[in-house]
């Protein structure tokens, strides 16, 4: 490994709070992951976390997990850690931790959820404080299909350094900021000389080859394939940005709720697709919800190049309010004079507030969108 050098730190502020002091969990016996997970996405703003489970993302190879396994590098939830338990290979860890070993380095690959544009890493060493490692480098590589860990180490793969040698510190998120611009879908981790990682976090923008959807229905809003919720009215118990996880809830912590509103108004939230497209049908997902869903939603659309503002007069009817019921999965049909309306963003509304799981929005990339797409795809290869 090369001299150590100090990349560039991306700048943000983190707040190293413990999960159980935050007042949002007041009401809730034990945190939930996705509820304490918002303090690591705080890390890449509304970035895509591209190496999380929850996208699809894998550990494909280590050279080494003598204490800790790899797979827990990639979970969602940040790291817990409690002292004095022990099992046959010693103290328990929630994270990737290596032999103690002389000169040298370990390393990790890990497989994308989805192929992206990388602009930051966040190399997170919580509860790591006396073993974890000095320094590290990341490397990423494009990789079509999916290859075996021995291809991806061969010499022909191109790997391109995307954070050089730097100095990490111990139970610290460790943010480096990248400015490649290249679509990548495979990263590797390497450490020195050891130690312990409890998370590695791959902030970006999911790059999405138009020959994936074109002619598909697919979930236009769907995070694997690059949508994004983008703001929200509340986010007091949880954040808005679990409407587009492509898995199921498993509780009612695994969903966007608000607060009981008093006042008048309504909550919402913007989502911006992963490309411009045609929504046929919408699906609102209350599962979990018994007594505090939303009693109604509405759905709104709009093309633009940015986010409209939550006010502003570009927004569209798609969706007009329409009553739900508790613990359901709903699905509705867009009526027939909407359903060729080309958007790029919505907005989801909730009345007056309550708990959503999950928002789909099933149709099709519109021609505009994959010629955008494959700009886009072209311009992150170079």
């Known amino acids: 490994m090369s001299a150590i050098v100090e990349q560039p730190r991306q700048a943000v502020e983190v707040d190293l709070r413990r999960t159980e002091e935050d007042p949002r969990l007041a009401a809730v016996a034990r945190p939930t992951a996705l509820i304490a997970h918002r303090k690591g996405e705080l890390l890449v703003a509304r970035n895509i976390n591209l190496a999380a489970r929850s996208l699809g993302a894998s550990v494909l190879a280590a050279n080494d997990e003598s204490f800790g396994e790899k797979e827990n590098l990639i979970i969602d939830?940040?790291?817990?850690?409690?002292?004095?338990?022990?099992g046959h290979?010693?103290?328990i860890v929630d994270g990737w931790e290596t032999r103690r070993r002389g000169p040298g380095r370990d390393w990790v690959l890990v497989r994308l959820g989805s192929p992206g544009v990388i602009s930051s890493v966040d190399v997170d060493t919580s509860f790591f404080t006396g073993n974890y490692p000095e320094c590290c480098v990341v490397e990423a590589c494009a990789v079509a299909g999916y290859p075996a860990p021995e291809e991806l180490l061969a010499p022909a793969v191109g790997w391109e350094t995307i954070v050089a040698s730097s100095r990490l510190d111990g139970d610290a998120h460790n943010v480096f900021a990248v400015e490649s611009g290249r679509r990548f879908t495979h990263v590797r981790l390497t450490i020195a000389p050891d130690g312990g990682v409890a998370r590695l976090r791959v902030g970006g923008r999911v790059c999405l080859d138009p020959g994936e959807v074109d002619g598909l229905t697919v979930d236009l809003a769907a995070r694997a394939l690059g949508g994004v919720v983008e703001a929200s009215s509340d986010e007091f118990y949880s954040s808005a940005d679990v409407l587009n996880l492509p898995d199921l809830p498993r509780s009612m912590g695994e969903g966007w709720e608000t607060r009981r509103r008093r006042g008048p108004g309504n909550d919402w939230a913007l989502i911006r697709l992963a490309a411009a497209?045609?929504?046929?049908?919408?699906?609102?997902?209350t599962s979990w919800f018994k007594y505090n869903a939303s009693s109604e939603v509405a759905l709104l659309g709009a093309r633009a190049s940015t986010t409209p503002a939550v006010d502003s007069p570009a927004w569209q009817q798609l969706l007009p309010r329409t009553r739900l019921q508790p613990d359901t999965r709903h699905r509705f049909r867009i009526d027939s004079d909407r359903a060729d309306e080309e958007v790029t963003h919505v907005r989801f509304d909730a009345f007056p507030d309550g708990g959503v799981a999950r928002l789909r929005?099933?149709?099709?990339?519109?021609?505009d969108g994959l010629r955008e797409l494959g700009a886009e795809l072209r311009a992150a290869r170079g």
Do not use: M, N, Q
């Not at 939830?77 to 022990?86: E, I, K, S, V």
């Not at 497209?277 to 997902?285: K, P, Q």
């Not at 929005?361 to 021609?367: D, N």
């Open 277 to 285: 497209g045609r929504i046929r049908v919408v699906e609102v997902d």
């Open 361 to 367: 929005l099933c149709g099709e990339v519109s021609a």
């Open 89 to 91: 290979k010693g103290e």
């Open 77 to 86: 939830a940040p790291a817990d850690f409690t002292p004095g338990g022990y």
